[in-house]
């Protein structure tokens, strides 16, 4: 079956600008993620979605939103872009079992803000 | 303070030799996931270990799950060049809004020839 599938692959913004990435979850998975991942954070949780429903919240400023369509596909949108937002963004969707038992994140989306 | 501790962060080996990479929290995890990160993709997940004292094996990779269920291993019997990559631990906790799957910063391990 398709795994997770994100779009674009990669991105160049200008400060001040906004995004909006996507992502398609594997099929029959309700529970997408979304993560940024940098050099120096490594790893970090922006949001989960469950059922078109954010069931739960990294700590990361208002500017970050997501949204999930009753297809399971999920969007990511990032306003007023600053420098510091230039990270690799990854999808990552969990079935049945949920995220105890693991995630399948997508190739992700490299975002670089110039 | 990171929450999920990895070291070492950096490891440079030959091919053939053995090497440990540890995971290490003072807070209980309901279970504890690795995952292998190749540059340019996502990270692909390894194995999942939910049991305190639970080892797996997958080929000649050990994981083993700590007694108190704080901390793991990851054993590499054996490396080849194909091992190369980032290992990456993540710890998933229940939170009030739900299950946090939290990540250490990961093991860059090269294998060389």
């Known amino acids: 079956k398709a795994g997770v599938t994100q779009t674009p692959r990669y991105l160049i913004k200008t400060r001040g600008q906004q995004v909006t990435l996507s992502c398609s979850p594997i099929?029959?998975?309700?529970?997408v993620s979304w993560y940024q991942q940098t050099p120096g954070q490594g790893l970090q949780f922006l949001f989960e979605y469950f059922s078109e429903t954010q069931r739960n919240k990294g700590n990361f400023p208002g500017r970050f939103s997501g949204r999930q369509f009753s297809n399971s596909r999920s969007e990511m949108n990032v306003s007023t872009l600053e420098l510091g937002d230039s990270a690799l963004y990854l999808c990552?969707?969990?079935?049945?079992?949920?995220?105890?038992?693991?995630?399948?994140f997508g190739s992700g989306t490299r975002l670089t803000v110039v | 303070t990171q929450l999920l501790e990895q070291s070492p962060q950096f490891l440079s080996i030959q091919e053939g030799e053995n090497l440990t990479v540890y995971c290490n929290s003072s807070?209980?995890?309901?279970?504890l996931q690795w995952y292998r990160q190749e540059p340019g993709e996502g990270p692909v997940l390894l194995v999942t270990v939910v049991t305190g004292g639970e080892v797996k094996k997958l080929k000649r990779l050990t994981f083993q799950f700590g007694d108190a269920r704080k901390d793991s291993s990851l054993h590499i019997t054996a490396a080849q060049t194909g091992d190369t990559g980032l290992y990456l631990c993540a710890g998933a906790r229940r939170q009030q809004a739900g299950t946090a799957l939290i990540f250490g910063k990961g093991t860059t391990l090269s294998v060389s020839s």
């Open positions: 099929s029959g998975h309700r529970s």
């Open positions: 807070s209980v995890f309901s279970s």
């Open positions: 990552a969707s969990s079935g049945q079992g949920g995220i105890s038992y693991g995630y399948t």
